[in-house]
């Protein structure tokens, strides 16, 4: 008898125990990490990783595309805001023409047409833009899956090789992306590539923000500054002419900081003025609400902007010019195989 009870005391600390449940621990932006797993048909799992600085900043970044899923920043009340408009989950992020925070290559922007020229070989591209490619084709690297490192609490390495032919461009190449979180409360993006043969590129990441908060329900309040003189002028496909055109009188000019135009569709490519070391503010924005400002800090020559009426929010995708294949005029973008492509890119928050 006394053997039959222990049996069954013991049994019933057994379903009890099955019966509890595993309360996860959310990130301090509310993310449940086992939402963002998934499976690739590779036998790759994405998930969800977290960087921190000593001061409390938090950025998540997932595999798929290396994005930038939410970044927390305090406001002028001290209050922890995420500024990254993004998903609480996987799902909308396999969508292969959604860019949301995700490393755009090999060629961020449009390409014109379906050949390219180098070395006098042609190579046809992928299209996913009517007759233009965007974003490096149906599946840039914003639907690949990026190997992640995690050296430290506030830095990931992320690496990809893109095989030749892939989207339709040359050469093998190798990228390595490296995120950290200063204690600047800044993001740094420092991107790396080498190829085998020769090809173009041009990387860049197209992280929406709201300074609002990411929930916030319109860009009003926001104002910017773009240290942009000039732009490159599109057709109607969003296809640059080749020409240079000054923003002086434009509803493009953002010289000084002033109130952002809401009513405007800003899909455009500025041409900095002072690109090169990095370590010169080429733009920011500052929500009046919140009181949070970011300013950008590239190597790279352009950037474009873009808002996004649907979502509230806006793009400083730091990069090279659209197009620039087909452009003589515009900054090569050719990658050699002695070469090494170099660029940094650092959004820096602060309290206005």
């Known amino acids: 008898m006394k053997k ?13 125990s099955c019966k509890k449940e595993v309360i996860e621990t959310q990130t301090l932006s ?33 595999n798929w595309g290396a994005r930038i899923v939410s970044a927390m920043v305090p406001d002028k009340a001290g209050k922890w805001q995420n500024v990254v408009v993004g998903y609480d989950s996987i799902e909308p992020y396999l969508k292969l023409n959604d860019y949301h925070g ?9 390409i014109a047409g379906e050949t390219i020229l180098l070395d006098r070989v042609t190579y046809r591209l992928r299209l996913n833009d009517g007759k233009n490619m965007l974003n490096g084709g149906p599946r840039g690297f914003s639907a690949q899956y990026f190997t992640i490192e995690q ?5 990931l390495i992320c690496s990809y090789f893109s095989k030749e032919d892939e989207e339709g ?36 990441n197209q992280s929406y923000f709201n300074l609002s908060g990411a929930a916030a329900s319109t860009l009003e309040g926001h104002r910017l500054f773009v240290d942009a003189s000039t732009y490159t002028p599109t057709r109607d496909d969003l296809i640059p ?24 569709n ?23 609400s919140t009181g949070i400002s ?37 900054p090569s973008t050719i990658l050699r195989v002695d070469s090494t492509f170099k660029s940094q890119t650092v959004y820096k928050f602060g309290i206005e």
């Open 4 to 16: 039959c009870l222990l049996v069954c005391f013991a049994m019933s600390l057994f379903i009890v």
């Open 30 to 62: 509310g993310l449940l990490p086992s939402k963002f797993t998934y499976h690739t048909e590779e036998g790759d799992t994405n998930r969800l990783y977290i960087m921190k600085n000593a001061k409390g900043m938090e950025v998540t970044v997932i």
């Open 102 to 110: 995700a490393v755009l290559g090999r060629y961020a922007g449009r």
């Open 151 to 155: 050296p430290n609490d506030q830095s």
């Open 169 to 204: 461009f040359p050469g093998n190449l190798q990228v390595t992306v490296t995120y950290t979180v200063t204690e600047e409360n800044a993001i740094r993006i420092d991107y790396q590539a080498v190829s085998n043969p020769a090809t173009f590129i041009n990387l860049s």
């Open 241 to 264: 002419t080749g020409a240079f055109a000054k923003v002086k009188g434009t509803p493009l000019d953002y010289t000084t900081l002033r109130p952002l135009n809401i009513k405007y």
């Open 266 to 288: 800003y899909d455009l490519n500025y041409v900095l003025n002072k690109p090169g070391k990095g370590d010169k503010m080429v733009a920011k924005a500052v929500s009046d």
């Open 294 to 330: 970011m300013e950008v800090y590239t190597t790279e020559p352009g950037m474009q902007f873009y808002t996004d009426q649907s979502d509230p929010s806006f793009c400083m995708a730091t990069q090279h010019f659209p197009d620039s294949p087909h452009q003589a005029k515009f």
